[in-house]
């Protein structure tokens, strides 16, 4: 120790913001003793359900499995195949695999990172059954075109929704665009419940299914119509997403501004490319992700040690495509599917852009990505 107070901002690349309503909400459950398949549920798909502009919504334990039950809930087979991009969490390839159908790997648009509508129509065959578009970083995918070639194919779509909380495409929500919608409530998403997963659709049929799913395929108190699980969401997520859903929409807004903020402070900066926003769409800043090219004077690796010897968290979403993780090449996907994709991975970060972060965060962030900070 040499006696100097360490000065330096820490701005960590996610924080999840938890306060005194939550905590209220918690206790109230507690005090109830009804910790299970009570009111705080019912009332949160119902809220959810509405926010979305859907007609139903079902709570589950997480965002991996509310993809697992849409595809259980079509009846995914053997065999089968999904379009899902590589450029995603592994989560939305892994929920295929859980069915014994073949994810088949469609590559990303180079400016918004999201699935490629012309790559997805060359991948249809005649065993595909559904698209998984995800609305990567906050951004809606380009839904008009990928659902035209559903539509083209009598395929499903499945939105993977995990990052995109009140994110809309032409002024509808994510979640309420395909057949079905996936939602996470992980603890560093837009909106969470530490664990929690919600689906969201206006198919009867399938909310029926899959609540049966959820609840070990029960009718009636110990009488079981199909195999199912026990994949309920807990009262006290409910309560907390309950609270987290009011909030939404005021910390999106400050998400939006901060994502502003930054692009101003990169506009003049050799070499990084800010994110681009499509026209039609509502980009809620799940992530805010630059690509470092070849002209900026430090490669992406590098830039990312400088930043955080700075104090300022960042993450690389994604380091490697989904085919290319060490699972799926024992799987057979050793090739060089998808080069957008491939390319992508090089280039990413993200940056802080949560609500916590605030305007002087934002000039230091800023400050510290020009070439004067370096040394
Ligand atoms: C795109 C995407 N899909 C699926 C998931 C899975 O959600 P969960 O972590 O809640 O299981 C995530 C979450 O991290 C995600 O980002």
Known sequence: MNGNFNMKRQIPIAKPLLGREEEDAIRGVLRSGMLVQGKQIKAFEEAFADYIGVEHAVAVTNGTIALDL???????????????????????????????????????????????????????????????????????????????????????????????????????????????????????????????????????????RIRLLRHHGQTEKYHHTIIGYNYRMTELSAAIGLVQLGKLEERNEKRMKNAEKLDEGIENLHGLTPPYVEEYAKHVFYQYVVKVEDDYPLERNKLADHLKEMGIGTAVHYPMPIYKQSAYRKLGYDKKICPVTEESCRRVLSLPVHPSVNEKDIQYITAKLQTQSFS
């Open 70 to 208: 849409a595809l259980k809930a079509l009846k995914l087979d053997l065999g089968d195949e999904v379009i899902v991009p590589a450029f995603s969490f592994i989560a939305t390839s892994n929920c295929v695999l859980f069915h014994g159908a073949k994810p088949v790997f469609a590559d990303i648009d180079q400016k918004t990172f999201n699935i490629d509508p012309a790559d997805v129509n060359e991948k249809v065959t005649g065993k595909t059954k559904a698209i998984i578009p995800v609305h990567l970083f906050g951004q809606p995918a380009k839904m008009d075109e990928l659902k035209e070639i559903a539509q083209d194919h009598e395929i499903y779509v499945i939105e993977d929704a995990a990052q995109s909380h009140g994110a809309e495409y032409k002024e509808q929500k994510t979640g309420s665009l395909g057949d079905i919608g996936c939602f996470s409530f992980y603890a560093t998403k837009n909106m969470t419940t530490g664990e929690g997963g919600m689906i969201t659709t206006n198919n009867s049929e399938v909310t029926k």
